[in-house]
């Protein structure tokens, strides 16, 4: 379990807060939720990324793309 020193505030307004909570499933923490919203966002950036390479031609080796994402294999 994380200790409470860990956790970080920030700062929403209200109008954020409840949309929030409306998308917030029951038993879901606000971290899960921002989490999952944070990775539905990353997919969405890659997914944009590749259309405009497939548009523009500009095509770069797996480990390039890896590199430029920080996508490094552990």
């Not at 307004?13 to 966002?41: C, H, M, N, Y």
Request: no cysteine; aromatic share 6%; charged share 35%.
């Amino acid at each position: 379990m994380v200790s409470q020193s860990t956790y970080k505030r920030i700062p929403v307004s209200p109008s954020t807060w409840e949309k929030l909570s409306l998308i917030k499933k029951p038993g879901e923490t606000f971290d899960q939720l921002i989490l999952d919203l944070v990775a539905e966002r990353e997919k969405r950036d890659i997914i944009r990324h590749a259309m405009h390479v497939s548009e523009e031609g500009e095509y770069v080796s797996l480990d390039e793309a890896r590199e430029a994402w920080g996508l490094n294999e552990d």
